[in-house]
């Protein structure tokens, strides 16, 4: 598994809502609902509580006790919230978070060390790997077992016919 206490980035406050300290979020994970598994956030040198949250357009309004007006709502702006890896849930069976696999290195089917995972996006149609290469080119091949048939904590090997 991924280093345990490595921080995970949740949401990023996006600022103030309304005038009691609602703060807007901007989500990096499966939505709103995911968070509420979680009561305390690291958020820069200081830890907030969740109250409450709430899908809003496309991400979500939460409350945290530490923040009770709109100015303190705002100087939070820009702030990431996180929670240590090992807070996650476990995986099943051929899941990953995309967290664990930024940084891996990347080889393809035939051996040849191709590059590191540098980024995950999804557009709608599923995960893409943006991959690395040393001389700082990137291309991206899609998180299907056709074109990245393993993974694991030391690595991802992705189908030759993949590699640019």
């Known amino acids: 598994m991924a280093d345990a206490n490595r ?6 406050i996006a ?8 703060v807007r979020l901007k989500l990096f994970g499966e939505g709103a609902e995911a968070l509420r598994a979680f009561s305390v956030f690291d958020a820069g040198d200081r830890k907030l509580t969740l109250r409450s949250v709430r899908p809003a357009n496309q991400g979500a309004v ?4 530490e923040v009770s007006d ?4 705002e100087a939070l702006r820009g702030t990431v919230l996180t929670v240590p890896r090992s807070a996650l849930p476990p995986l099943a069976e051929g899941e990953y978070y995309h967290h664990d696999l930024i940084g891996l290195p990347c080889v393809s089917t035939d ?6 995972v540098a980024a995950v ?7 893409i790997l943006e991959i690395e290469k040393p001389n700082g080119k990137r291309f991206m091949v ?15 090997t992705v189908n030759t016919a993949f590699v640019e």
């Open 15 to 22: 600022g103030a809502h309304g005038v009691r300290g609602e």
């Open 70 to 73: 709109r100015s303190a709502a």
């Open 142 to 156: 899609p998180m299907t077992t056709q074109a990245v048939p393993a993974w694991n904590d030391d690595g991802v």
């Open 111 to 116: 051996g040849a060390a191709i590059g590191h």
């Open 62 to 65: 939460a409350t945290f006790a």
């Open 121 to 127: 996006e999804n557009f709608g149609a599923g995960d």
């Open 7 to 12: 921080p995970v980035t949740l949401a990023a």
